[in-house]
């Protein structure tokens, strides 16, 4: 089974233009968003959801940092 996550723009639509990749571990998936999310963010993708294949297993999740 592969993971890989849906990505949601500001109204929870998926974002048009970000292309989401495939990964073979839970890990690995959270490993990319943890350094990609900067540029998903600038990307207009606001949240993710995780799946492993069709099951979501969590999310959305919001990409904006909290507020200070």
Do not use: K
């Amino acid at each position: 089974m592969t993971w890989h996550w849906v990505y949601l723009d500001a109204a929870g639509a998926p974002a048009a233009g970000a292309t989401p990749g495939q990964f073979p571990t839970q890990g690995d998936a959270e490993s990319f968003i943890g350094q990609a999310w900067p540029e998903l963010l600038a990307a207009s993708v606001e949240s993710v959801t995780l799946y492993e294949g069709d099951r979501a297993v969590y999310g959305p999740m919001s990409l904006q940092p909290p507020a200070h």
